[in-house]
T-cell receptor, first 115, second 113 residues
């Protein structure tokens, strides 16, 4: 079964600073990968998803970008953070051998606070 | 577009008793999956149970079961013999032809000893 790692676990950044959050996956190859954001006490919003290396789809226009430089690595970035970027960021994985509707598995998440 | 609605922001249950969390959804698709995820204070999302829409039989996982009413577009979660460790936020989610998960707003479950 797959294991999803996210780094860092917690991050406090000043407004205007850059951001890089990393997600790595073990135990599966060529997974579909997803970035979600969760505001406090709210549901999850899909930000980006990727079906393969270099293939990124954006769901919501925003201050963030994503990249997939390796098969099992998914990175969320920003050049200049905004206060509204604060939240809890979750990476998810869906193994490729299963259908589109199959279960997504989540990493432990990163808490981002922009001050 | 598909939507998922959880109308109960908060619920509470006495330890060892049964509680039901509600979820409704809207879709024009006929083939889809539905999920319940649990988010404890650690905030990691944990899969509780899933239901394939083409299956008439309700899914069951130990103390967790669902009541799937396809015509009514309803997907409730029943937790039997509630335990203190069940306290968490519960999210209902939908996955259709796009493969993207659409989440409800969540229900916070409190378990009283």
């Amino acid at each position: 079964s797959q294991t999803i790692h996210q780094w860092p676990a917690t991050l406090v950044q000043p407004v205007g600073s850059p951001l890089s959050l990393e997600c790595t996956v073990e135990g599966t190859s060529n997974p579909n990968l997803y970035w979600y954001r969760q505001a406090a006490g709210r549901g999850l919003q899909l930000l980006f998803y990727s079906v393969g290396i270099g293939q990124i789809s954006s769901e919501v226009p925003q201050n963030l970008s994503a990249s997939r430089p390796q098969d099992r690595q998914f990175i969320l970035s920003s050049k200049k953070l905004l206060l509204s970027d604060s939240g809890f960021y979750l990476c998810a994985c869906r193994p490729p051998s299963r259908g589109l509707r199959e279960t997504q598995y989540f990493g432990p998440g990163t808490r981002l606070l922009v001050l | 577009a598909q939507t998922v609605t959880q109308s109960q922001p908060e619920m509470s249950v006495q330890e060892a008793e049964t509680v039901t969390l509600s979820c409704t959804y809207d879709t024009s698709e006929s083939d889809y999956y539905l999920f319940w995820y649990k988010q404890p204070p650690s905030r990691q999302m944990i899969l509780v149970i899933r239901q394939e829409a083409y299956k008439q039989q309700n899914a069951t996982e130990n103390r967790f079961s669902v009541n799937f009413q396809k015509a009514a577009k309803s997907f409730s979660l029943k937790i039997s013999d509630s335990q203190l460790g069940d306290a968490a936020m519960y999210f209902c989610a939908y996955a259709g032809n796009t493969g993207k998960l659409i989440f409800g707003q969540g229900t916070t479950l409190q378990v009283k000893p």
